[in-house]
């Protein structure tokens, strides 16, 4: 039996051990008999907290209890293994290393993860860039400056810190509008905003929530495009 065969072997195991019916009678499960350990993955996203991504491959050999995610509430997905909105645990048997080696996970786009600039091989330069670049952007997301600060800052500097930031920048530039849509997105977290009210609210000088909600009535219901009814319940 090859490594291949003896990897995807085990995982077959492990998934007729953790059954539809074992998860129903217990979310506790914690283990099976090929499991040696636990890895987190973070989603690859500028929405995933800096705490996710700095913890992106963190290993825990500790079988014993399942871990709690990280930087958001517990929750089991479908296969009762830890998931959550930016992360989630999967369980290691022990020929991780060997099976990367051997498919050479780090240039084979079979393998590549999800992000917000497209597929991205796993331990691949590129990954490497791309979680430095998206911790850099949530360190200035995460902060107390101003909203304009914080535009400067990524417009200015982080977009242009290195080559490899250029690229990604000009990458999100191009494809998402970076990066104005990302904080006209969090407009949509209020009461009654939809993508193409945040953009009024937007392209109206109201940058965050704060403004929008501190704005007088008087004030919003100059904005072409808001309706009196809209507005309260924006402010409710």
């Known amino acids: 039996m090859n490594l291949f065969d003896y990897f995807f072997s085990n995982w077959n195991k492990k998934k007729e051990i953790i059954s539809e019916d074992s998860l129903e009678n217990s979310n506790d499960l914690w283990a099976d008999s090929v499991t040696t350990g636990w890895e987190y993955t973070c989603n690859l996203l500028l929405t ?47 020929h991780e290393k060997e099976f990367e080696e051997l498919a050479n996970i780090s240039q084979n786009m079979i393998y590549a993860r999800p992000s917000d600039i497209g597929r991205i091989p796993p331990k691949s330069k590129l990954e490497d860039d791309f979680k430095n670049f998206l911790i850099d952007f949530r360190i200035i997301v995460e902060s107390n400056i101003s909203i304009e600060k914080k535009l400067f800052m990524i417009n200015y500097e982080l977009g242009t810190k290195s080559e490899a930031y250029k690229d990604i920048y000009k990458k999100l530039v191009l494809e998402k509008r970076f990066p104005d849509s990302f904080f006209r997105n969090i407009l949509c977290e209020l009461n009654g905003v939809n993508k193409n009210t945040a953009s009024i609210l937007w392209e109206s000088g109201y940058l965050t929530k704060e403004q929008v909600l501190n704005a007088p009535y008087s004030e919003l219901i100059e904005i072409k495009g808001l309706g009196k009814s809209l507005i309260l319940k924006i402010k409710n």
């Open 48 to 94: 995933t907290p800096r705490i996710c991504i700095e913890n992106d491959g963190y290993i825990t050999n500790d079988t014993s209890v399942k871990p709690k995610l990280i930087g958001e509430p517990n929750n089991l997905g479908k296969d009762g293994d830890p998931s959550g909105n930016f992360g989630y645990w999967v369980r290691r048997h022990g």
